[in-house]
């Protein structure tokens, strides 16, 4: 019996550590804005790769994209970086897919020369939240969260604003 108290109390301690640890850490929030250049127009940052399918359905489709990430929504906004990644369209209903990205920042203060990770589920409307999976350089070990909406849409191109938030594990 004391040996499961000490058991119990030598584990909260380790849960409990853990959890002021990570509050000292602070929260970071990053916002920017992604600019994509849609397919078969100059200058296009996102290209169709795999279609298996001579029907309307996207169900299966593979896109890769290099998209600008920029201070504001303007285009000719301070570029701070790159988003490059892939997105599978892996709903049978087409409302949804897979997107992993990974944040390159070039011309973001600190944290330029690093990178984020992102990984999770994107809806076809309305926000859409994504994991934060990792980082490179002053953003290794990052781990959080990102929030995402679509801004504007043209017929040639979309602009999303992305507002992420993560600590880092040190």
């Known amino acids: 019996m004391a040996a499961a108290r000490c058991s119990f109390l ?18 970071i929030h990053l916002h920017f804005y992604f600019h994509e250049v849609d397919a078969g127009t100059p200058n296009a940052t996102v290209v169709n790769v795999a279609s298996l399918h001579k029907n ?16 504001g929504p303007d285009p000719v906004s301070r570029l701070i970086g790159r988003a490059q990644g892939f997105a599978l369209h892996t709903l049978l209903d087409e409302s949804g897919g897979l997107t992993a990205i990974t944040f390159a920042f070039s011309d973001y203060g600190g944290y330029s020369g690093s990178t984020l990770a992102t990984l999770g589920h994107i809806g ?17 070990f990052a781990r959080g969260y990102m929030a995402s909406r679509l801004l504007s849409s043209t017929d040639t191109s979309i602009v999303v604003v992305f507002d992420m938030y993560f600590t880092l594990a040190r």
């Open 124 to 140: 076809v409307s309305g926000p859409s939240e994504r994991s934060i999976v990792g980082g490179t350089g002053k953003l290794r």
């Open 10 to 27: 030598a584990l909260s301690v380790v849960l409990i550590g853990g959890a002021v640890s990570a509050a000292d850490e602070g929260l």
């Open 56 to 71: 309307s359905s996207t169900f299966g489709d593979v896109n890769v994209f290099d998209n600008a990430l920029r201070a």
